[in-house]
């Protein structure tokens, strides 16, 4: 198990053909809260180079172009 506290960026990176994530979380899901940013500028520390995205975090943009503020403003 691992506990991300509140506000904390993560992610994860399957090192098998399959893998189960159960997220646990203290509100209903906001569409106008959920961001991110692509994790292109992570590619050094990555074990496998190779990356299977979804359609949505594939179209996100880089750490640089990330708002903040949109997080921060509509928490």
């Known amino acids: 198990a691992l506990f991300i506290p509140e506000g904390f960026a993560h992610g994860f990176q399957v090192l098998s053909n399959e893998a189960k994530v159960l997220y646990l ?18 590619d050094s ?11 949505r975090d594939s179209k996100l943009k880089s750490k640089l172009d990330f708002d903040l503020k949109k997080v921060i403003l509509h928490q």
Do not use: M, R
């Open 25 to 42: 979380a203290n509100t209903k899901y906001c569409q106008i809260c959920d961001s991110g940013f692509h994790s292109s500028f992570l």
């Open 45 to 55: 520390v990555w074990p496998i180079s190779k990356k299977i995205l979804s359609e």
